[in-house]
């Protein structure tokens, strides 16, 4: 399928505005050009309530919010990580996305503002994500005065760490779904989808490679905790949703990631929406098929924490 004419427009429109890569600067530039997305990509729904938390940490405390329905009976939890390639992201940048997963899925969210590299190189993010996690599923009732289901999400980089926190939680953590949006699962900047997506696209191959250099010596770029689809034993990870991108320097690492999860005995749900690009996540206010592919999560993850 040809590429989305709304991010062929988006594409055309930053590089007649001269718009940079992230990577052509520095850490603090790329988070000044995410966050001035915030105002194009519009809001998310109106939610029962949102609150700031401070989840205690073995690095003292993760910052986090929660969003919770009006009704505030929800059928599970979802702890979100959001993605910016370890370097980018805020809550403020993923608040839409929070209040649509919250709307669509009938669930209560709570969003993680994990540290970022490179001041905090791996595995500073990774270990705020996995106590995090661990806190959330000991402490639902503090949360939504009940107990209910637990879920874990999140997108590219976030995608990364909510899957490595999970295969290294193991069964300590009852979780009823992993639900991925284009997980970074490898450091393979040679693979065919990196070569035919890797210019002209919101994420390049050098965006990537920038982002890789930030989050952690090259020497350590092998590691199955960066890279899960290196993850020999990955049996005891929850079951996964996940969806790619099919113009995403990402794809082919998705791919391989979901079957080697289905090898390892976990059942995968994997689909590529066609005609976007990684990042259609957050464009669902502009874009029928990434609002269409939220709703698809949402329906997963009720039936993941009905059937839990």
């Known amino acids: 399928m040809a590429l989305h004419p709304f991010v062929q427009k988006m594409m055309e429109g930053a590089r007649a505005a001269g718009r940079p890569a992230l990577s052509a600067g520095t850490p603090a530039d790329a988070r000044e050009l995410v966050a001035s997305a915030r105002t194009v990509l519009g809001t998310g729904p109106a939610v029962g309530e949102v609150r700031d938390l401070d989840i205690p940490s073995r690095a003292g405390s993760v910052p986090a919010r929660?969003?919770?329905?009006?009704?505030g009976d929800e059928d599970g939890l979802?702890?979100?990580?959001?993605?910016?390639?370890?370097?980018?992201?805020?809550?403020?940048?993923?608040d839409l996305l929070a209040r649509a997963l919250v709307d669509k899925s009938g669930c209560a969210v709570v969003s993680v503002d994990y540290r970022l590299a490179p001041e905090h190189p791996f595995p500073a993010g990774l270990e705020d994500v996995e106590d995090v996690i661990a806190w959330a599923s000991e402490h639902m009732s503090d949360l939504i005065g009940t107990?209910?289901?637990?879920?874990?999400?999140?997108?590219?980089?976030?995608?990364?760490?909510?899957?490595?926190?999970?295969?290294?939680?193991?069964?300590g953590v009852a979780v009823a779904l992993q639900c991925l949006f284009y997980p970074v699962?490898?450091?393979?900047?040679?693979?065919p989808s990196y070569l035919a997506h890797g210019e002209g696209l919101p994420?390049?191959?050098?965006?990537m490679q920038w982002f890789?250099?930030?989050?952690?010596?090259?020497?350590?770029?092998?590691?199955?905790?960066?890279?899960?689809?290196?993850?020999?034993d990955l049996a005891g990870s929850p079951p996964a949703w996940i969806a790619l991108a099919?113009?995403?320097?990402?794809?082919?690492?998705?791919?391989a990631y979901a079957q080697r999860l289905r090898d390892c005995g976990v059942p995968v749900s994997c689909v590529t929406v066609p005609g976007l690009a990684h990042g259609f996540?957050?464009?669902?206010?502009?874009?029928?098929?990434?609002?269409?592919a939220i709703a698809e999560a949402a329906v997963a993850i009720r039936r993941a924490v009905q059937s839990h």
Request: proline letters at 3%.
């Open 66 to 71: 929660l969003y919770r329905s009006a009704e």
């Open 78 to 94: 979802i702890v979100y990580v959001h993605g910016g390639g370890w370097v980018c992201g805020t809550l403020d940048d993923f």
């Open 147 to 171: 107990t209910v289901a637990l879920v874990v999400a999140g997108d590219s980089a976030g995608a990364n760490l909510a899957t490595v926190a999970l295969a290294h939680l193991g069964g």
């Open 185 to 191: 699962a490898d450091t393979d900047t040679g693979r």
């Open 203 to 207: 994420l390049t191959r050098a965006d």
């Open 212 to 232: 890789f250099s930030h989050y952690a010596d090259t020497s350590l770029h092998q590691n199955p905790r960066i890279a899960p689809v290196r993850n020999q």
């Open 246 to 255: 099919e113009y995403d320097v990402l794809l082919d690492e998705g791919l």
């Open 281 to 292: 996540v957050r464009l669902f206010n502009h874009v029928p098929e990434a609002d269409a």
